[in-house]
């Protein structure tokens, strides 16, 4: 399962873009990039799905190179109740679906 | 819809005793899955079903068994409670095993303090 690399934690103000950056060396080709939201005492909430290039729904985007090595959680114009963990998950789900949560990124937001 | 839900919200245990948690799913979902979380950390998987009738280990399985009771139940049980056990444990569901891609939909968790 590939490994993935997070920032620890971010800060941010109210209505700013925040952009978390994922490194996932060794993807593997079948490898989907998942990134899951996680409220103090609440399980964690799927936000968006990509495999390659750019992926957008109503809650925030995923911008993912061609070398697809790392890829990029953005989130528009940030309010309080975005604080929370974030993480990137990488793998296909095939062969025990082995699924391995890092620590995350705590973004704070800040009024 | 109520999705996943879980009992109990919290519990608390001296070491020995056993307790299952239960886990349901109303989503029709295929596969259901167990994890713990400790303090600042991420979740690591404990067991899954991938379907009714199936279970296989994840990467943390010692001390836990599981039961997939019917398509919309998965239990987790601790026979002998240990203080390492103190955790929070999440319940999720998918429509499949992630065999097209990475979504899984979790419960709000229970919150276990193994004395």
């Known amino acids: 399962l590939a490994k993935t690399t997070q920032p620890i934690s971010m800060d941010s103000y109210e209505g700013q873009e925040v952009n978390i950056t994922c490194s996932h060396n060794n993807i593997a080709t079948n490898d989907y990039i998942t990134w899951y939201q996680q409220f103090p005492s609440q399980g964690p909430r799927f936000i968006i799905q990509g495999y390659k290039t750019k992926v957008t729904n109503e809650v925030a985007s995923l911008f993912i190179p061609a070398d697809r090595k790392s890829s990029t959680l953005s989130l528009p114009r940030v309010s309080l109740s975005d604080t929370a963990v974030y993480y990137c998950?990488?793998?296909?789900?095939?062969?025990?679906?082995?699924?391995?949560f890092g620590a995350g990124t705590i973004l704070r937001v800040k009024s | 819809n109520a999705g996943v839900t879980q009992t109990p919200k919290f519990q608390v245990l001296k070491t020995g005793q056993s307790m299952t948690l239960q886990c349901a799913q109303d989503?029709?979902?295929?596969?259901m899955y167990w994890y713990r979380q400790d303090p600042g950390m991420g979740l690591r998987l404990i067991y899954y079903?991938?379907?009714?009738?199936?279970?296989d280990k994840g990467e943390v399985p010692n001390g836990y068994n599981v039961s997939r009771l019917n398509k919309r139940e998965f239990s987790l049980r601790l026979e002998s409670a240990a203080p390492s056990q103190t955790s929070v444990y999440f319940c999720?569901?998918?429509?499949?095993?992630?065999?097209?891609?990475?979504?899984?939909?979790f419960g709000p968790g229970t919150r276990l303090t193994v004395l």
């Open positions: 999720a569901s998918s429509e499949a095993l992630l065999v097209e891609g990475l979504t899984q939909y």
């Open positions: 079903s991938a379907s009714e009738g199936t279970t």
């Open positions: 989503m029709n979902h295929n596969s």
């Open positions: 998950l990488v793998g296909d789900g095939i062969g025990g679906n082995k699924l391995v």
